[in-house]
């Protein structure tokens, strides 16, 4: 029998059940928003229950699928294992996981905090990733199979890739210096759990975006380098996300994906990519 190659085959979402940490705004919520306009059922992860709540309101204008939130902090595996417990209590079954919790900070070379500089940055960009997973691999494999695959997509960043740590990204001054090594760790931690999980029928891919610097070098400072013209949009991450946890990528993991509208080929240095 023939494969069936329609868009609304290929491209199904329905009926997914999606967990997206730091969901409440930016990145987290475009994905939620386009998971929940195609019929999944999404939960959003945070540490700030009114914005949830908003996003939650927001999401549900648009929604042919359940939506819900969990509060949540994911800066310890404390934390990572709270929010699981309490998805648990949702939910015996999990399609797609997307880390997407993000933190940075900038301060001086030769004053940087451990504690907040290093140590959160690391706790919530990295370490998050492999506790929310490894976590919840147990609903990520249940009834997975190697043509309908459990699906973790890792938010990582063009600062994965982009050594500049002083930059229009950070104030004058002042890198964000555990920022790019944190998402790097994220790629190569991706590799490491797509390596581990690929038998158990679960796909994993980072995905890069990032936004920081607007307010600082202004909107047509990175407008004028980016090869696209343009800022990247909820459809582009969205649409990227919907790809990954479709049948039309179930033979597709451990890749990187980079969505900067090609910036990362400019010399400039400046990589943004998205306006949150």
Partial sequence: MAS???ISSLFNVKGKVVLITGGGSGIGKMIATGFAQNGANVYI??????QLQEAVADIK???????GYIVANVNSKAGCDALIQEFRKRESKLH???NNSGVTWGGSYTDFPEEKGWDNIFNVNVKSVFYMTAGLTDLLIRDSTNLDPGRVINISSTSSVDPACESPLSDAGNGTWSYQPSKAAVNHLTSALALKLGPQHVT???SKMTAFGLRTAGEEAFESVQPTGRFGRADDIAGLAMFLASPASAHITGTHTVI?????YNSSGITAAAKL
Wanted: hydrophobic fraction near 40%; avoid cysteine.
């Fill in 96 to 98: 797609v996981l997307v």
């Fill in 4 to 6: 069936d190659l329609s």
């Fill in 260 to 264: 900067d509208g090609g910036a990362r």
């Fill in 45 to 50: 992860a945070a540490r700030k229950e009114k």
């Fill in 61 to 67: 204008k648009y929604a042919s699928g359940k939506v």
């Fill in 204 to 206: 994993l891919f980072p």
